[in-house]
């Protein structure tokens, strides 16, 4: 199940590139493992309001939506359960059923 969630955000961000680049484009998809990922690209070109509901519970491996600058993923609380280390890399991080997760650039 944590390979598949990170291969929805991989997905993702082959996704939303393609899209007309006049358009603000948001996705919503349900990967398996439990998750339902949703995310926007505006019309600049910019990846925002990137969320994660998990409805299992599972630990949630997501790949950076924004190369080259950190970031973290937050509950709907504003509580940070996450936060990348390093520049362009994956976060894994244990999830709660039924939370949701924005994330974040830092």
């Known amino acids: ?6 291969v929805a955000l991989i997905v993702l961000a082959l996704l939303l590139p393609t899209a007309a680049a006049w ?3 948001k996705v919503f998809f349900s990967p398996q493992g439990g998750f339902r990922v949703s995310a926007t690209r ?4 910019k990846i925002q309001d990137v969320r ?7 630990v949630c491996r997501v790949a ?8 973290a993923a937050v509950t709907s ?3 940070e359960a ?8 994956h976060l894994g991080f244990p999830t709660r ?3 949701e997760y924005e994330l974040r650039p830092l």
């Open 1 to 6: 199940m944590r390979r598949r969630s990170l």
């Open 23 to 25: 358009a603000e484009v």
């Open 42 to 45: 505006t019309r600049e070109g």
């Open 52 to 58: 994660v509901r998990s409805a299992l519970g599972e």
């Open 64 to 71: 950076n939506p924004w190369p080259g600058r950190r970031f």
């Open 77 to 79: 609380s504003g509580i």
């Open 82 to 89: 996450a936060r990348s280390r390093k520049l362009g890399t």
């Open 97 to 99: 059923r039924g939370e």
